[in-house]
């Protein structure tokens, strides 16, 4: 999760433990930035606010199980590589972005969601098996998705708790151009630093898809979206992949509408995070994990 373009929070590796927990405090103090408890309300900047004081003063927060007990992380055991989010469809299957999963056999897998506290090393599970989208096209990153089932439920969440993904008639109604999103994850805080201890959320703008297609130099299908803010400085980063990218619905209701897929660097300006568009792929989420539920793996 990128927290401001300038902004270096993570410290060096060698410096562990209590010592990093201090200069992280201080640092934040004095620096006047802050991140906050969270909001339960989903609030970026508008186009205009990011010339005013406004965005000096915009946060990225951490989160804890509590406020994200859908959350997941990809790891072979120590830090997370990749977000992923349980699916409101049992306890037993996750989204994640496709690139994620290619690179490791499943039997390396731990599957975590959020410890209390919002750290990486929460309830683990492993791997009974994968799919990815058919039409995953790693150069592009087209259709960025993947299903993951896993040995067995997670009991700490109630089906209640998870979130929809978003259903392509309401893409126009909760996804719209200018809407704020909420991504979060234990991505690098800068582009040069290490993962994140916390779990973090930052919320950004959905872009134009029009803009979308001009930045970043490439073919930008319909089957993605960008979000992020013009002059940059908050976007989700590496590691933060294959996690979830939230609006708020009608009556309080949350939906998936993105994956972090890919982006140029984190946090540039005028270099938007690129998603996976839920409402694109989400007939065929469900469908594989009805698939899948049938199947013994
Ligand atoms: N590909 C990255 C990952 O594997 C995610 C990058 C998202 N980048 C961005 N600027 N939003 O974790």
Request: aromatic share 10%.
């Amino acid at each position: 999760m990128n927290l401001h373009s300038n902004w270096h929070l993570l410290l060096p590796r060698e410096i562990e433990g209590i010592h990093r927990a201090i200069l992280v405090t201080c640092l934040l103090v004095f620096s006047g930035f802050h991140i906050s408890a969270s909001r339960a309300e989903i609030t970026c900047l508008s186009n205009a606010d990011e010339n005013t004081e406004a965005f000096e003063n915009f946060n990225a927060e951490y989160i804890d199980l509590e406020h994200a007990p859908w959350m997941v992380n990809l790891s072979l055991g120590g830090e997370p590589f990749c977000g992923g989010a349980i699916v409101d469809s049992g306890l037993q299957f996750v989204i994640t972005a496709a690139h994620c999963v290619k690179k490791y056999p499943k039997s390396d897998l731990w599957i975590r969601i959020a410890a209390p506290r919002g750290g990486y090393s929460g309830e683990s599970r492993r791997v009974v098996s994968i799919r990815s989208h058919p039409r995953y096209y790693d150069k592009t990153k087209a259709y960025d998705v993947a299903v993951v089932k896993l040995d067995r439920a997670y009991s700490h969440v109630e089906p209640s708790q998870l979130v929809p993904l978003l259903p392509k008639d309401q893409a126009h109604f909760w996804a719209k151009p200018g809407d704020c999103a909420r991504v979060m994850g234990w991505g690098k805080t800068t582009e040069y630093s290490s993962a994140s201890e916390e779990l973090l959320q930052v919320d950004v703008r959905i872009w134009p898809q029009s803009e979308c297609k001009n930045s970043n130099g490439v073919a930008i299908g319909p089957h993605s979206l960008c979000a992020g803010y013009y002059r940059g400085g908050f976007d989700s980063c590496g590691g933060d992949s294959g996690g979830p990218l939230l609006v708020q619905g009608g009556n309080f209701e949350k939906f998936i509408v993105g994956i972090v897929s890919w982006g140029r660097d984190c946090g540039r300006a005028d270099y938007p995070g690129v998603y996976t568009r839920v409402s694109e792929v989400r007939d065929w989420v469900y469908g594989t994990i009805k698939e899948m539920s049938e199947t013994s793996n």
